[in-house]
């Protein structure tokens, strides 16, 4: 779904600035296996260089305040935001809930080990 700009006036964004919008919006979500999350829209990233700041924006299932939206300007002229005008998209995900075990070592290993980046070949 869209999140508009709930804002009375127009917003300016700087190049290569950030501002917080608001959306007017809450969700109550109650279930912990769900997350709502913020992404940029397409086009306006694409024809403006508006994207959401962090790259994508969590909500957790606890948080019940209004939804916000930080806008990052990648370009280098000012972006003005429109009262209404639709920001951002908010998708609903299923999220797996982890325990972790604290330990000093792994008592299985795997022929990958400890090699990061770029050590599971070139294809």
Do not use: W
């Not at 370009?75 to 809930?97: M, S």
Request: with cysteine; aromatic share 4%; charged share 15%.
């Amino acid at each position: 779904m869209d999140l508009v700009a709930c804002i009375e006036e127009s917003i300016v964004i700087s190049g290569g600035g950030n501002k917080l919008i608001g959306t007017g919006l809450a969700v109550n979500i109650q279930d912990p296996g769900l997350v709502a999350v913020v992404a940029s829209r397409s086009g306006l990233c694409l024809n403006s260089q508006i994207r959401v700041g962090q790259g994508l924006g969590i909500v957790d299932s606890d948080y019940h305040g209004e939804i916000g939206v930080i806008l990052h300007n990648d370009g280098v002229n000012d972006y003005v935001v429109q009262p209404g005008e639709r920001i951002a998209q908010l998708l609903f995900i299923p999220v797996v809930q982890v325990a972790f075990k604290l330990v000093t070592e792994f008592t299985t290993m795997t022929d990958r080990g400890e090699g990061g980046f770029g050590h599971t070949g070139r294809h």
